[in-house]
């Protein structure tokens, strides 16, 4: 008898094919949003779910959902899943790294050339039809080459985002990290190892790519804002709550900082609005891995991991692998 699969948001056709093979899947094609509530009545009699970081796994829906054997995240960042509480309960989790790398990196990377050289703000002015003349400073804005880039954070994103600066834009690459990378990744990367503070002090790009967890909520505020050079731009491809937001949007009104690009936010997809009245801000709906290609892999991935868990076989990218080893657990 086939398993019973919930797929919570609207995926591609072909990957709803592929889980039909060895699946009863309930699927949300009309990508409705649920509650919490919803979510967990839905979950009822399923042994897996595809999941993405719009739902929450915690313990009260694992405690709810006991038949659950697997939640398969179709995102890198799993912030959305107690990973604790699932492996308490032997439940296997999984994220879809690698296959979104070079993908994220390239918009995180043309999301900071955008706040640099205030595209955005060129487009709404000419849009709103006020390019009347040539002026020699017509928004003009700051360089991308030869500048430094500053790294909060050195997964694989990056890395990826750190040889773009390096390679080929001739950048000088600084970053802080939790654990500083092996000799041999700082050198692939060609990114040297700061402070925190020199971080701040030194970039004059700087890029938001670290995992969420409570323990880095606002780690950029308005103190650590304040040691930016106000010629500076923050890009956040992370997650919302990495920023304080209210700190951010007061220092880019006072012209603290030049310029912001912002694919995350805390609230989202609710935007603080006092942001969306700025000029000197890029904005863009969560998408850094968004090609067709890209959401395609990421997809299949968490498919591939779903498959596997349910029908006894080796997931590609497990986070809780130990679930699976009875006495490691
Ligand atoms: C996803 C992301 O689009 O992978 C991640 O962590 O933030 C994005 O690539 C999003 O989380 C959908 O689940």
């Known amino acids: 008898m086939k398993k019973n699969i919930l797929v919570a948001r609207r995926v591609f056709d072909s990957v709803l094919e592929r889980l ?53 995240n179709m995102a890198v960042g799993y912030n959305n899943i107690d990973l604790d509480a699932c492996t308490a309960r032997g439940v296997l989790a999984s994220n879809t790294p690698d296959v979104l790398t070079e993908t994220t990196a390239d918009f995180g990377f043309a999301l900071m050339m955008a706040a640099a050289r ?16 040539w002026a020699v400073d017509l928004l003009a804005g700051s360089d991308i080459h030869g500048t430094t880039l500053g790294l909060l954070g050195m997964g694989r994103i990056g890395r990826a985002i750190a040889k773009r600066g390096a390679l080929g834009f001739g950048m000088q690459v600084i970053y802080h990290n939790r654990s500083r990378l092996a000799p041999e990744l700082e050198q692939e990367s060609g990114a ?24 880095v909520h606002h780690v950029i505020g308005a103190a650590e804002i304040a040691l930016m050079k106000p010629t500076a731009t923050l890009t956040n491809i992370a997650r919302g709550g990495v920023v304080d937001e209210v700190a951010l949007a007061e220092a880019l009104s006072k012209h603290q900082i030049a310029a912001a690009g912002l694919d995350v936010f805390e609230g989202e997809p609710a935007v603080n609005p006092v942001l969306l009245t700025l000029p000197n801000i890029v904005l863009t709906p969560h998408i850094a891995s968004a090609t067709v290609k890209t959401r395609l892999a990421m997809a299949d991935l968490a498919a591939d991991n779903l498959i596997a868990v349910l029908t006894g076989g080796v997931p590609p990218t497990p986070l809780n692998g130990q679930v699976l080893q009875p006495g490691l657990a």
């Open 20 to 72: 039909r093979v060895h699946f009863e899947v309930e699927p949300n094609q009309d990508d409705l949003i649920w509650s919490k509530a919803e979510l967990i009545a839905r979950l009822q009699g399923k042994d897996g779910a595809f999941i993405t970081a719009s739902e929450r796994i915690d313990a009260e829906l694992l405690d709810a959902c006991p038949q659950l054997r697997a939640v398969c």
């Open 118 to 133: 205030r595209m955005a703000e060129g487009e709404h002015f000419l849009r709103r039809g006020e390019w009347d003349k």
């Open 192 to 215: 040297r190892y700061v402070s925190k503070e020199a971080l701040l002090q030194q970039s004059d790009h700087l890029l938001l790519v670290l995992p969420y967890s409570p323990a």
